[in-house]
């Protein structure tokens, strides 16, 4: 059967061209930057903006909303962006509230040295990280974009019926990767304790991920879970 160059080209542009558009925006909201300097403080208004259909039973309202102050000498927060730990960074909490039914919020900021970040986590989506200033943008609507997100739940027993009473989780993987750059995409980990015999983490991204579970009393566990997106619940015996 004979192939038509043309046939082939136009798939091949049908095929990439998709993947190339969406590198390039995730690229950009990655690299996402504001000039800091003397902030006057005033109101920062904005909308949460999804990415993708809005899964059956998730919706806009209600969604935290943080506002900090990062000042001139604040750290690159490219990791945040990535969803990455930043525990050393010296921002502060300058303004908390929740988003309307409609994904709006509108939250009053002081005057700082530096540059603001709005942040919005919980009720089934990502956390998303953006940076705004009002130096020179007063006014302006600030558009996050969000995903939705999967929760972890696992639950620990063991064979000899001896109870669990908590320990400590990592988990790993990789964001961004895709069939065309299986080499690229940055790494996402989060760690936390927990007691008793189960816990939840919310806000994950629907990727595979490597789970390493160190129970108090000495047992410890590898896991490899596929999230998707809305509840992941696993039952593990040890």
């Known amino acids: 059967m004979n192939i038509s160059p043309r046939l082939v080209v136009v798939a091949l542009v049908l095929l990439v061209l998709p993947a190339l558009v969406t590198a390039l925006f995730l690229a950009r909201q990655v690299h996402w ?22 899964p059956s039973g998730t919706t806009l309202e209600g969604v935290a909303v943080v506002i900090v102050g990062v000042p001139h000498d604040g750290p690159d927060r ?19 509230g929740t988003t309307d039914a409609t994904g709006r919020f509108a939250l009053e900021v002081p005057p700082i040295e530096g540059h603001y970040e709005v942040r919005v986590a919980g009720s089934g989506w ?3 990280v953006v940076p705004v200033t009002l130096l020179d943008g ?3 609507e600030t558009i996050v ?5 999967a929760r972890l739940e696992l639950t620990f027993t063991r064979r000899s019926g001896a109870p669990v009473r908590g320990g400590e989780w990592t988990l790993e993987g990789t ?19 927990f007691s008793g ?10 990727i595979p991920m490597r789970a390493w579970i ?25």
Request: charged share 20%; net charge neutral.
């Open 78 to 96: 490219t990791s945040e962006l990535r969803g990455l730990r930043n525990a050393d960074a010296p921002a502060r909490t300058v303004a908390e």
């Open 197 to 206: 015999s189960d816990f939840a983490v919310e806000g994950l991204p629907p």
């Open 214 to 238: 160190r129970l108090d009393g000495g047992d410890r566990t590898e896991l490899v879970i596929d999230l998707v997106v809305g509840t992941n619940r696993h039952a593990v015996e040890l």
């Open 145 to 149: 974009p969000v995903r939705p997100a």
């Open 126 to 128: 990502q956390t998303s």
């Open 175 to 193: 964001l961004n990767r895709s069939w065309f750059s299986a080499w690229t995409g940055a790494q996402f980990a989060r760690d936390g304790r």
């Open 33 to 54: 930057a504001v000039a800091p300097g003397a902030q006057p403080g005033g109101n920062i208004a904005g909308r949460l903006a999804p990415i993708g259909a809005v």
């Open 138 to 140: 007063a006014g302006q």
